[in-house]
T-cell receptor, first 116, second 114 residues
């Protein structure tokens, strides 16, 4: 069965600290897609990254980096030198290739609070 | 130029009423979705349409009826609203595999049933 687990419900850090948001997924598909979305206090859902199952290369975008490890079924997200504007709920999501629908299965979300 | 736009942003209505939420995307995507976010922030898919054809219906009460007049529009009509329908409803669009599958979301409609 497909499932996404974000074990950290809430994280609180002080500005400039590094923080890692964990994401563990379950799927039987060999082709799948992993995503991270950000939901700031204003409520919209902002796409951050997509990773294909056949591409385990880690990615860095500014202060954001993602570590995809198939061996542990994890797709963790690190924010370096966090800022107050990073305060949001972050969702990890999975889409299975076999469904061919693009349906997203979301984790429960991690609320990140960055204090000044 | 908003990619996925849904209206209204807020909707307050009484139990038993019928209401609609509209969604439009200008990304040229062939698939559109409705997701529901509950009070605990959990996001779950409700419906998906691909080129105006219903492809996902996730055990949603039949009081909820999506309608897709064309592939750029997906509306959600809700009959006989109940207190438990209060939630944030998100419209989204994407391509399906093997295309780029990231979904882009509208700003959400916060529905409050009183």
């Amino acid at each position: 069965a497909q499932k996404v687990t974000q074990a950290q419900t809430e994280i609180s850090v002080v500005e400039k600290e590094d923080v890692t948001l964990d994401c563990v997924y379950e799927t039987r598909d060999t082709t799948y897609y992993l995503f991270w979305y950000k939901q700031p206090p204003s409520g919209e859902l902002v796409f951050l990254i997509r990773r294909n199952s056949f591409d385990e290369q880690n990615e860095i975008s500014g202060r954001y980096s993602w570590n995809f490890q198939k061996s542990t079924s994890s797709f963790n997200f690190t924010i370096t030198a966090s800022q107050v504007v990073d305060s949001a709920v972050y969702f990890c999501a999975l889409s299975e290739g076999s469904s061919n629908t693009g349906k997203l299965i979301f984790g429960q979300g991690t609320t990140l609070q960055v204090k000044p | 130029d908003t990619a996925v736009s849904q209206t209204p942003k807020y909707l307050v209505t009484q139990m038993g009423n019928d209401k609609s939420i509209k969604c439009e995307q200008n990304l040229g995507h062939d698939t559109m979705y409705w997701y529901k976010q509950d009070s605990k922030k959990f996001l779950k898919i409700m419906f998906s349409y691909n080129n105006k054809e219903l492809i996902i219906n996730e055990t949603v009460p039949n009081r909820f009826s999506p309608k897709s007049p064309d592939k750029a529009h997906l509306n959600l009509h809700i009959n006989s609203l109940e207190l438990g329908d209060s939630a944030v409803y998100f419209c989204a669009s994407s391509q399906v595999p093997p295309g780029n599958t990231e979904a882009f979301f509208g700003q959400g409609t916060r529905l409050t049933v009183v």
